[in-house]
């Protein structure tokens, strides 16, 4: 029987406390940050909780890196079964993307509860280039955000979104790639970042269902993915 809740639980309570339960439904989030800060494993935690949940998971892979091992891996506490429950895609170019999205209301089914892509901008960062291309590209990411808008708002959806972030020289401070569009889209951002510490993380959240909330929480990366501290 599937849980009416649909909200996307992490799996470390710190963090869920942080999202006010967790990754709400009918909505956009986004989680950013650099490399080794575990926006990966974080999907991939919310993907299995929602699944052990007997609910369905869409997860594409943009950036051609997913490990079946380290799914698994997570998985092992819980036991591997539900994972037939895992839809996993990879589109090849930004191109494959957006028509991945677009078709991607024949695949969500009653049962699905969550949609992951990882990473939204990795594919555009690797083909943005002069400016006349730069502006058709931002209007297909925009295109891309405003269907999965939609669809999260009518089917019910937790739809999760991780970056990879580079630093802005006129700004000073570290963002994602087409931040612009990313923060007009996300109704939730949430930063990870290093700490001092082994294993050691923050996770800051930056904007909650539309409004500014500067709240943050302790939590740890290790190779049985992400813990309270």
Request: charge should be positive; hydrophobic fraction near 40%; glycine fraction near 6%.
């Amino acid at each position: 029987m599937i849980a009416e809740n649909r909200i996307a639980y992490t799996g470390c309570s710190s963090i869920d406390k942080l999202l006010v339960g967790g990754f709400p439904t009918k909505a956009i989030s986004l989680v950013y940050g650099e490399a080794h800060v575990g926006k990966t494993t974080l999907a991939m935690q919310c993907a299995l909780a929602a699944m052990k949940r007997g609910f369905k998971t869409i997860y594409i892979d943009s950036d051609n890196a997913f490990s079946v091992p380290r799914l698994e891996q997570l998985a092992i506490l819980s036991g591997p079964d539900f994972l037939r429950q895992f839809l996993l895609t990879s589109p090849r170019n930004f191109r494959e993307q957006s028509e991945t999205l677009e078709e991607m209301e024949k695949y969500v089914a009653p049962e699905t509860s969550l949609i992951v892509i990882d990473t939204i901008t990795s594919l555009y960062r690797m083909e943005i280039g002069a400016h006349s291309r730069t502006f058709r590209m931002n209007k297909d990411l925009n295109r891309q955000l405003a269907h999965l808008s939609k669809m999260s708002k009518e089917k019910d959806l937790v739809v999760l979104l991780t970056s990879q972030v580079h630093f802005a020289f006129k700004k000073g401070i570290i963002e994602p790639p087409a931040s612009r569009i990313l923060n007009y889209w996300s109704d939730l951002i949430m930063q990870l970042k290093q700490a001092p510490g082994m294993g050691m993380r923050e996770a800051l959240l930056k904007k909650y269902r539309g409004k500014i909330a500067n709240k943050v929480c302790s939590y740890k990366l290790t190779e049985f993915g992400i813990s309270d501290v």
